[in-house]
């Protein structure tokens, strides 16, 4: 390897770092909807130059994860109650028949995992520990992981990471217990290889949360809607 090929390197992965760092930041919820990533002082916190967290944060917008604004930069989008109850729609009947074909294709081995990351989520949901939404999401993709069909596994896989954006987990904390037993329900139909149960449960659970989640953000438009001042 070349000496510019050496540092090419180095920079895509650093890029790819603060690519990682900051999406797990968004997701964990340090960035609420409407905040600015400050890039002078992600570069201090992350001990890196601005190139880097550049592109890392052009990714992001490419992904949806952020939007830029004008005069502002780098923004976390607000959450828009249509596009939640959309994407909830959306994303439970193509996930839903996902689960339901992967019920008889689940091993032994992808079932027990699913018992402990769902033991790991109990915990965490407890707590509201900042590592739930990525369990969550494992869990998620590990429940169709086994559905024969490729092309429906990969739009299920995106609509997933779609509604990963939404941050439901760090809006809705009461919403917890509630979402676990959902979880519980689940994986009871997965070990009985009910695939028809685990598609009701799986649409039910993310239409849910897509309806409280487009609730709250209703409430949090009319809260920033009384804060502004008046125009005549």
Same mark, same amino acid.
């Given at each position: ?6 540092a ?5 992965t650093k890029a ?8 797990q930041?968004?997701?964990?919820? #340090?960035?609420?909807?409407g905040?600015?990533v400050?890039?002078?002082q ?6 890196t ?5 550049r ?6 917008v ?5 939007e ?9 989008p607000e ?14 009947i ?18 027990k995992?699913l018992?402990?990351?769902l033991a790991?989520?109990?915990d ?42 939404? #941050? ?7 919403y ?6 959902e979880?519980?329900?689940l994986?009871d139909?997965l ?16 239409? #849910?949360?897509?309806q ?7 409430e ?9 001042p008046?125009?005549?």
């Amino acid at each position: 390897m070349t000496e510019i090929e050496g540092a090419l390197s180095s920079y895509r992965t650093k890029a790819h770092l603060v690519y990682e760092a900051l999406r797990q930041a968004i997701l964990a919820g #340090r960035y609420p909807p409407g905040s600015r990533v400050n890039i002078d002082q992600l570069a201090i916190e992350l001990g890196t130059s601005k190139v880097p967290i550049r592109e890392a944060i052009g990714r992001l917008v490419g992904e949806g994860w952020l939007e830029t604004s004008p005069h502002v930069g780098a923004v976390v989008p607000e959450l828009s109650p249509d596009d939640i109850i959309e994407t909830s729609i959306i994303r439970s009947i193509v996930e839903g028949a996902a689960v339901r074909y992967s019920a008889g294709h689940l091993s032994r081995a992808s079932l027990k995992s699913l018992r402990k990351l769902l033991a790991r989520m109990d915990d965490a949901a407890k707590t509201d520990a900042p590592e739930y939404p990525q369990l969550n999401r494992e869990f998620h993709s590990l429940a169709f992981s086994s559905c024969p069909f490729p092309a429906l596994k990969a739009i299920a896989a995106s609509w997933l990471d779609k509604s990963s954006q939404l #941050r439901t987990v760090r809006f809705l904390p009461e919403y917890l217990p509630e979402s676990q037993a959902e979880h519980h329900k689940l994986v009871d139909a997965l070990e009985r290889r009910d695939g028809p149960a685990a598609e009701r449960v799986t649409r039910h659970h993310i239409e #849910r949360a897509g309806q409280l989640l487009a609730r709250f953000a209703l409430e949090r438009a009319g809260r920033d809607a009384a804060a502004s001042p008046g125009t005549e």
